[in-house]
């Protein structure tokens, strides 16, 4: 089942994001012209993807996806690029793993729609159609300050309240065949973590439950089965919160917590600190990570 918006009206959240690049798509539509480039920044599960592909939608145009940690030198991209149709779409999921070099060769293709090759010996410079890059990254910090620059449009998606969320859910659950009142509803956005993505892994979770046991209605006891807690916390997150609890005092660098919860750096980064910190429960500080107060911003 697809839940993923197809166009800019059908997405929730982000609402500001979205009005902002409605008014860009809509002139490039009149007249019609290649959007500018795009990078869209944020943790994972927030709606990149969703919106990279509304943008095609919405231009009425093909969208090529590439991701890239598949990509480690520069004939890695080359067939996405030799595939661009007039102002069409590229995106590129992860694009701050793309190498250095591939970066360095994409900068006269972003800016003068030109790749620089060398063929038998011979540069050749060969002209593409008009097209538009879009970047989704979870590290806009990583991407080389030329090629961030080359990037017109930059957005940032923020994690979602419950409320919205709730209102995600309701959308999804009539798609999913759930019925659930809207106080579960609410209950269930608050374990989601802000997160879209989080939140239908947690309605799959319950549909799955609660047709397994019809009977169970418990959102403690459906969700304590996979260790979630009421604030959306798994083991990993625990786990991480248990280390800073020990380690009072001692601000710890992310080698260290990676070592001390056998969690993977990528993961910890990624994954568990960006609410964390959104929500006030840890603080990185210059000499490491500490608990925060966790009251939330």
């Not at 786990?239 to 993977?264: C, E, F, H, V, W």
């Not at 609410?275 to 000499?287: C, D, E, L, S």
Request: with cysteine.
């Amino acid at each position: 089942m697809n839940l993923r918006p197809q166009k800019f009206d059908d997405i929730i959240g982000q609402d500001d994001v979205v009005e902002r690049l409605r008014i860009s798509v809509f002139g490039c539509k009149n007249p019609v012209a290649s959007m500018p480039h795009v990078l869209i920044d944020g943790p994972p599960g927030l709606g990149k993807t969703t919106i990279a592909s509304a943008i095609a939608s919405e231009l009425g145009v093909n969208m090529y996806t590439v991701n890239a940690a598949n990509v480690r030198n520069i004939k890695g991209i080359l067939p996405y690029l030799m595939t661009m149709t007039l102002n069409s779409v590229l995106f590129i999921d992860e694009i701050h793993r793309l190498p250095k070099i591939v970066e360095e060769f994409l900068y006269p293709v972003m800016e003068d729609f030109k790749m620089g090759l060398v063929i038998e010996g011979d540069p050749e410079s060969i002209d593409i159609p008009h097209f538009t890059m879009v970047g989704a990254t979870t590290s806009g910090g990583s991407l080389s300050q030329p090629f961030y620059d080359r990037f017109t449009i930059k957005e940032h998606l923020s994690f979602y309240t419950s409320n919205v969320l709730a209102k995600l859910a309701r959308s999804n659950c009539d798609s999913m065949n759930i019925d659930i009142s809207d106080e579960d509803l609410l209950n269930i956005a608050h374990r989601s973590k802000g997160t879209p993505r989080i939140l239908n892994a947690r309605l799959q979770w319950y549909k799955s439950y609660t047709s397994f046991y019809p009977e169970e209605k418990s959102l403690e006891k459906i969700f304590g089965m996979q260790g979630i807690d009421k604030n959306g916390f798994d083991e990993n997150d625990k786990k991480y919160l248990d280390i800073l609890q020990k380690n009072r005092g001692n601000p710890l660098g992310l080698k260290a917590m990676s070592s001390l919860t056998g969690i993977a750096m990528e993961t910890i980064e990624n994954s568990i600190e960006p609410y964390m910190i959104r929500k006030g429960y840890v603080r990185r500080t210059q000499r490491g990570r500490v608990l925060g107060k966790g009251n939330g911003v």
